[in-house]
Every structure is written in structure tokens, then in C-alpha cells.
């Protein structure tokens, strides 16, 4: 099949404009790398991009590793029958180029005889993180990484090398794949580069003998946490990147509120789940990318989820002004919709402390705490309810403490499981049938309820005082956190 190639000038600078003094510089670079892939005539590559904004069906062209530009919108259609599960990137050849006027290149493609798979279709999830997943949008990978994977692929096909030709190509991809895969410590990244040392030396060729010493000598650093973490460069350029300020635009633009603190925790949430306690170390991430580096269960889908974890949750800390270290359970407020804080594991039958630093008594045991069915700080609820029932004239009252409870969704909607917890912490003995009928007559939003009721308007104001003290006992520890983490 026949395809023309377009747009080269944009694949070579993304940002040229007619208007810019500068155009009339990048139009002749322009016209001089294409004279100079005229006179070379080396292998291109066609890879779709399904994630295109613009054109979901568009394939771009890669010339030894770096885009040259997009096949022809109006050829687009007929491009993607190319392309299916065993054979997601395809090889090219370059039949002409106009390098002035409209600028464009001819190649021609054909299906491969063999099917190769990109190095990160190999490999599924390991072990440890088969279970954990990045259930938000991924961030779009950055050119430097398409690149990698698609000089992996121009390096498998130069095997078993035969030519000069294939000596001068194994060459040149191999050392643009080396200079560009420095921050790849993925499990398929660290294979990929002792098997091409070991091919290399079985070819008895010297100048790729010293390639396959290079490639050992990256392993090696990388093993040892050198170079790849010098003054995180590749890091800040992740950060930096127009792909992460569109991200971060699109995500916002998603979310249905406006409090980062829940999207912190809903980072955080997925983070924590990482295995061996790595949530520990995001605070200094040299130290999270070296733990990282010596494990050998890191796929290349893995670590993607990771950074795209890790650079938005760099970024909500910027905007909500703390550093970036982890965060206790209680540090989030309560101003959560979506997910419930989950209160952290503590040795069951141990007594509390008889007051904490806020001044609530729990007079209950851990196991206790852990059995009444209350999802968060349990020791703070129950010692505020064993603070508040001397204000519970009649049995009923205590849909005061439930009500509150389940509007924030602390509870499960199971008023008799409510009443045999509270019958057996506090010693009552209370009537769920009269309990039932009340809730279904007044409803379980006590601000609804009525105020010419004396009975009721009691309740109401039991309710209001003990959301108040909860409120307000978690905005203190939430400042004390704050506080501690900020610098």
C-alpha cells in the first residue's frame, strides 16, 4: 500500500508558526532533513494513535525513533487495515520525498511476514501488583517513551545481523535507544538490555561489542540507582511537560466538585494499595524510584500507572500548598462524597488512651471499637456518644446519634444492627420497632426535621450539637496534621 506522509515540519517543531520570526528558519531545517532522509532512504515506522484528540484513526511515522509526521488524513482509513492485535506497529519504505513546496514524503508499506509484538505487550502484570491497578485515566505517554518502543522494534528486525547495512543500522537505533531509556527500569527495559548484550557478542563484530559493553555498563548503573537519578531531570521534565498541564486540565475539568482534598485521598487511596509498604517512601521519591529499581516486578503498565499517580498527586500538593510526603488517615477533613477514611489497624484488646490530646474519653476496647460497625475513628464517636447520653431523656434519642451517623455514611442503613451495638456497649435495652416507625415518619435528615414538635425539636438539637463536635474535633486534628507537613 502507498501512503504519503505530511505535517513533517510540525512533527519537527510542534510549535511553528508563519508569523514567527523564526519560521523561516525551521522551514529550511525542515527541507534539509528531508533531503537527508531522501538521500538515505531508511526504514520508517507506522504507528496509530487511537488516543489522537484531533483524529482517533490517525498513524504517525517514525524515522529512527523521532516522528516525521502523519500519514495523509484522507488516507487514514485505509492506514489503519494495517494494524490488528499481533501486529500493532508496521514497517515502511521510503519510495520519494518533495523536501520544498508542500513538503511530504511517499512510502510504501506492506503487513510483516512475522508477527512482533512491542516489548510492552509482552510482559503481564507480577506477582505483587497482579492485584493493583490505576483506576484513573492514564496520563498520555510522552514522545520519548513512544520513541523507545518503537527503536525496540527497528532493533528486533536488524537480527540476526547479516550487512554492513544492518551493522550501521543496529547501530545508530541502538544508541538512540540507549540515551533515551534511562529513566525505563521497568522488568522489560532491564531483559531487553542484557539479552541485546548477549546477542551482540554472539555476533563476533567489534564496534558492536563495544555496544553491548554500553548496554551492561546501563545496566549496571541503573541497578546501582546512578545516572538515572542524577538531579532527577527526567523527572522535572515529566512535571514540566504540556502533556501533564493538559492532563491535569482535562481531569479537573472531569471532576464533579471542587475539593482537591477528596482527589487527594483518592490518590492516596491507590497509592497506599501499592505493595511492601512503597506509600511510605513517596515523601522522597530518589528514595521511591531506587526501591522501585531493585525489584524485579515492575512492568512498563505498572510503572506508567505510578508516575501518573505520582505526578498528580505533586501536583495537588502544590496547589493545596503541603509537601509531598504521606498523609495519616485523618489528614483529609471531612468533606469527603465519594470514599469513606478507613480507620487504620490498631492491636485489638488493648485499652485506649483514657483521653486524647482533644480531650475525648473512650471508655471502650479496641475489639469493642472494632465491632460496632462505625467505619471511622470509632474510639472518637463512641467517646462523644458516651459523652452526649446524659442528654438522651428517652430511648428514642439515640436516632439522634444514628441519623448523624448515617448522613455522613459511617454507618451501614441498618437500624436493628444500630440498636443490638448500642444495647450492648451502652447496657439499654431499646424498642427497634418504635425506633423504626419514628425514622419512617420524620425521615433520617434531622435538619428536615420539624421544630413545633417539643419531642422532636429535642432530638434535633442533639443531632446539630453532636455533628458540631465531630466537625469540629477533626477540623482541629486535621490542622495539627497541616501543620506538621507544611515545609
Known amino acids: ?105 511517499c512510502i510504501e508499506a506492506d503487513t510483516p511476514e512475522s ?7 509482552r510482559y503481564g502484570a507480577r506477582d505483587a501488583w497482579s492485584d493493583w491497578r490505576c483506576t484513573l ?19 528486533e528486525r536488524q537480527f540476526p545481523v547479516l550487512t554492513l547495512e544492518q551493522v550501521k543500522n543496529l547501530k545508530n537505533y541502538l544508541k538512540l535507544w540507549i540515551e533515551r531509556s534511562l529513566h525505563d527500569f521497568s522488568v522489560e527495559a532491564m531483559q531487553l538490555r542484557m539479552r541485546y548484550a548477549e546477542r551482540l557478542r554472539t555476533i563476533g563484530n567489534g564496534s558492536l561489542e563495544a555496544e553491548a559493553k554500553r548496554l551492561e555498563k546501563q545496566y549496571a548503573a541503573i541497578c546501582c540507582g546512578q545516572r538515572m537519578g542524577y538531579r532527577m531531570r527526567w523527572w522535572k521534565e515529566l512535571q514540566q511537560s504540556e502533556g501533564m498541564e493538559r492532563y491535569w486540565d482535562q481531569w479537573r475539568s472531569s471532576r464533579r466538585h471542587d475539593n482537591l482534598w477528596l482527589d487527594l485521598h483518592t490518590v492516596d487511596s491507590q497509592l497506599r494499595r501499592m505493595p511492601d509498604g512503597l506509600y511510605a517512601r513517596i515523601g522522597d521519591l530518589s528514595c521511591f524510584f531506587a526501591t522501585l529499581r531493585y525489584r524485579d516486578d515492575v512492568t512498563r503498565s505498572v510503572l506508567w500507572d505510578i508516575y501518573t499517580l505520582l505526578l498528580l498527586r505533586e501536583r495537588l500538593c502544590r496547589e493545596l500548598g503541603i509537601a509531598m510526603k504521606p498523609l495519616p488517615m485523618d489528614a483529609y477533613g471531612l468533606q469527603l462524597e465519594e470514599e469513606e477514611l478507613v480507620m487504620p489497624e490498631r492491636t485489638v484488646g488493648c485499652l485506649p488512651k483514657p483521653t486524647d490530646e482533644e480531650g475525648v474519653f473512650c471508655p471502650f476496647t479496641e475489639e469493642q471499637q472494632k465491632d460496632s460497625g462505625i467505619r471511622v475513628r470509632p474510639d472518637v464517636v463512641l467517646g462523644m456518644m458516651h459523652a452526649g447520653r446524659s442528654k438522651c431523656v428517652q430511648k428514642v434519642d439515640w436516632l439522634s446519634f444514628y441519623c448523624v451517623l448515617l448522613r455522613r455514611r459511617w454507618v451501614d442503613d441498618n437500624l436493628s444492627a444500630w440498636c443490638r451495638m448500642v444495647e450492648s456497649l451502652f447496657g439499654l ?20 426535621w420539624t421544630d413545633a414538635d417539643e419531642r422532636i425539636l429535642r432530638r434535633k438539637q442533639l443531632a446539630a450539637d453532636f455533628d458540631t463536635r465531630l466537625t469540629a474535633y477533626f477540623e482541629r486534628k486535621r490542622a495539627k496534621v497541616l501543620e506538621s507537613v507544611r515545609g
Open 429 to 448: 435495652s431499646l424498642d427497634n420497632h418504635t425506633l423504626s416507625r419514628t425514622l419512617k415518619k420524620d425521615g433520617s435528615d434531622y435538619t428536615a
Open 137 to 155: 485515566p492514564k496520563l498520555p505517554m510522552p514522545e520519548l517513551w513512544k520513541s523507545c518502543q518503537v527503536l525496540e522494534f527497528q532493533i
Open 115 to 121: 508477527a512482533l509484538r512491542m516489548a510492552s505487550d
Open 1 to 105: 500500500m502507498n501512503f504519503t506522509v505530511r505535517g513533517t515540519i510540525f512533527a519537527l517543531f510542534p510549535h511553528y508558526d508563519q508569523t514567527d520570526p523564526r519560521g523561516r528558519e525551521m522551514v529550511e531545517q525542515t527541507e534539509r532533513r528531508l533531503k537527508q532522509i531522501d538521500n538515505e532512504r531508511p526504514e520508517v515506522i507506522l504507528v496509530p494513535e487511537p488516543e489522537n484528540v484531533r483524529d482517533p484513526k490517525a498513524v504517525r511515522v517514525y524515522c529512527e525513533g523521532t516522528p516525521i509526521g502523519y500519514v495523509a488524513h484522507e488516507q487514514a482509513d485505509k492506514a489503519q487495515l494495517l494494524f490488528d492485535e499481533l501486529h500493532p506497529i508496521v514497517p515502511a519504505r521510503i519510495t520519494g520525498v518533495e523536501a520544498e513546496n508542500g513538503r511530504y514524503i
